[in-house]
């Protein structure tokens, strides 16, 4: 038997061919034709003006973030319950994370409490400079009530969409909403160019900006001039051309993922212990991980979890640890945290990729319930 990843990369023919084609092309090079397909797609499926194609997505939060004009010694509000990279991000550009909790509605950043965050900062004379919301296991924060907050404050909004390709909320796409969104495309995301990311907006400055910077802030000039600090963030043509076929079976992976969910849902029905991240209505998310939640009278902690399914050759992940609780970030202001900490002390990620198999799928199944009621 097999192991079983979390969330591996799903490739198959078409990857092949348009990579192939890429490399037979002679763009073995960052930019190329692949790029700016790629890009266009993108774009296109979205519905906005523009995307910029980039390294990673955490190259795309730091840009998200320089080309807004975050800098040394602004706040910057977000969800303490995510994966570090978005709180490195705000690091990254000197400026100070203020991290606030969740939502049991979505598990998502809570907007009541952003509203108190903001309104506190906005009172003592030190107002927040920007919001990050992050969409957690692909499913859409708050839109609504988000962008309502940060036009009332006067202050960008930007979504880290990097888990939520495909996703929607109120019926528009994951990305669509805020000033700036980002995506990523790696390895264990919904779809992947091995590494990857993507930065979209519909304000074609702040992309040109977002292009300039990540192409080390070359000056259209025969010589090489530069009048900003620039970086080497773009995506090479091999794995764009990895992207562009990814994205032809974006729908599929979303309808394999979600399939995958309710089976996992209708397989633990009958535990009475276990239960799953809560889905906000307003919103239908891509499915990317399914989130189980073990009640903690069992005992049962997401690790112990873990470990039976690690013996079984089976991996699973627990829920991310809220950055307020990382030796990196104990020093940041904290809003609450009730929520974050409770999806941490219960939360385990199960085996959600594309390609998993009904027999693999059952495989799991088998040993969560074992483990469930071997107490
Ligand atoms: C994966 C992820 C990122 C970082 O994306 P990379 O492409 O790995 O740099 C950022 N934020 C969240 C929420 C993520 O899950």
């Known amino acids: 038997m ?16 348009l990579l ?14 692949h790029v700016d397909e790629f890009e266009r797609e993108f774009a296109a499926r979205l519905g906005l003006s523009d995307a910029v194609a980039l390294a990673s997505g955490t190259a795309g939060l730091h840009l998200a973030l320089l080309v807004l004009g975050i800098g040394p010694g602004d706040d910057v509000v977000l969800p303490s319950l995510t994966f570090a990279a978005t709180a490195n991000a705000v690091r990254y550009v000197g400026a100070r994370p203020c991290f606030v909790d969740s939502t049991p509605v979505s598990w998502n950043i809570d907007p009541d409490l952003v509203a108190e965050e903001l309104d506190e900062r906005a009172r003592s004379g030190r107002p927040a400079r920007a919001v990050i919301a992050v969409d957690l296991y692909g499913q859409c924060a708050n839109y609504d009530r988000l962008e309502a907050l940060c036009a009332e404050h006067g202050i960008p909004l930007i979504a880290d969409a990097a888990e939520s390709l495909g996703a ?19 390895g264990n995301k919904i779809m992947t160019t091995s590494g990857g990311g993507m930065l979209v907006s519909n304000d074609s400055r702040l992309t040109a900006r977002a292009r300039h910077l990540a192409t080390q802030a070359r000056e259209p000039a025969l010589h090489y001039e530069h009048r900003d600090v620039g970086y080497n963030y773009r995506l090479s043509n091999l794995l764009a051309a990895l992207g562009r076929a990814q994205l032809e079976s974006l729908d599929h992976k979303i309808a394999r993922r979600r399939t995958i969910h309710e089976r996992y849902r209708e397989a633990f029905s009958d535990l009475d212990d276990v239960a799953f991240m809560p889905i906000d209505p307003n919103g239908t998310p891509n499915w990317w991980l399914t989130v189980l939640t073990i ?34 970030f104990r020093d940041f202001p904290m809003r609450d945290g009730r929520i974050a900490e409770a999806v941490f002390r219960t939360g385990v990620c199960l085996p959600s990729g594309s390609n998993l198999t009904d027999s693999d799928q059952d495989r799991v199944i088998d040993v969560v319930r074992a483990a469930l009621q071997a107490r």
């Open 20 to 33: 192939l084609d890429a490399f037979d092309s002679g763009w073995i090079a960052p930019l190329g034709p």
């Open 168 to 186: 929607t909320y109120r019926d528009k796409p994951a990305g669509s909403f805020g000033t700036v969104a980002v995506f990523s495309f790696n």
């Open 295 to 328: 009640d903690e009278a069992t005992g049962i902690r997401p690790d112990d979890l873990c470990r039976s399914l690690d013996a079984a050759d089976i991996e699973a992940r627990p829920a991310w640890k809220p950055m307020h609780l990382q030796p990196a």
């Open 2 to 17: 097999e192991r079983i990843y979390l969330s591996p990369p799903d490739v198959g023919e078409r990857e092949r061919e």
